[in-house]
């Protein structure tokens, strides 16, 4: 049987033993048995920083006997960066003022009192930081009708989003559907809270349904999924600095 073989549906087995990251010309190599790394497409992995390159080691030599390359969140955020950003960096940074446009934490609850206070302690101080350090100016609504933002804020999104490097946008881009917010991923990426607390700020409604009602197996368990990506991303804009 051929190397990196699979029947359909099968996951690839581990094809190598050890794992190295190498200094080069552009960045930084992560190495399959001395071989550089690729993508499915065939596309070299290159890191800006060690510290990418060794995040991105570290999934793959922590692979048992199969590749479960769905659970490499970092390795796959990398490919994307490195193949996927380049040559659609206009259309990544739309796409996140497009995410602006409805973010969560311009949503405000008008009821109950408990739900409306937590919003406002902990949103509005983000809603507001937002505004002072990177001048993003959101209009605020309550209920679930939605507010317009201004098309200055968008194209102040936009034009934040593009001043970023493609592995800094590549992760903008995945923590902004993760969180609901452009808010939020803009606060991660410049460290502002951590991962940890940009799901707990995400999840505010939620968090207080599970308070009234109970928490639910399914529920409690993507929501564990979720910080753990959150995490991930936390690490991932601390190694690009």
């Known amino acids: 049987m051929a190397k990196g073989f699979k029947e359909p549906g099968e996951k690839p087995r581990r094809f190598y033993k050890t794992v190295e990251v190498r200094a080069c010309d552009d960045g930084f190599e992560v190495t399959l048995d001395g071989r550089v790394l690729r993508s499915p497409r065939g596309g070299k992995l290159m890191a800006p920083t060690r510290a990418i390159a060794e995040m991105c080691a570290e999934e793959w030599a922590g692979q048992g006997e199969h590749i479960e390359m769905a659970a490499m969140h970092v390795t796959r955020l990398a490919f994307t960066a490195v193949e996927a950003i380049p040559p659609a960096r206009e259309a990544v940074a739309d796409q996140i003022a497009q995410y602006a446009g409805s973010d969560l934490l311009c949503y405000f609850a008008d009821s109950p009192a408990a739900l409306v206070e937590r919003h406002e302690n902990h949103w509005g101080p983000m809603l507001d930081r937002a505004r002072e350090e990177i001048g993003l100016v959101f209009l605020r609504t309550s209920g679930i009708q939605h507010q317009e933002q201004p098309a200055e804020t968008l194209a102040r999104v936009k034009s934040l989003a593009l001043e970023l490097n493609d592995f800094e946008l590549a992760g903008l881009a995945f923590g902004a559907p993760l969180l609901g917010s452009t ?21 505010l409604d939620e968090t207080f349904q599970e308070e009234q009602w109970g928490v639910d197996e399914e529920a409690a368990e993507r929501a564990a999924n979720l910080k753990l990506e959150a995490r991930m991303l936390e690490r991932w804009f601390k190694a690009l600095k």
């Not at 951590?194 to 707990?200: L, N, R, T, Y």
């Open 183 to 203: 808010v939020l991923a803009f606060a991660l990426q410049r460290g502002w809270i951590s991962g940890d607390q940009a799901m707990e700020l995400s999840r």
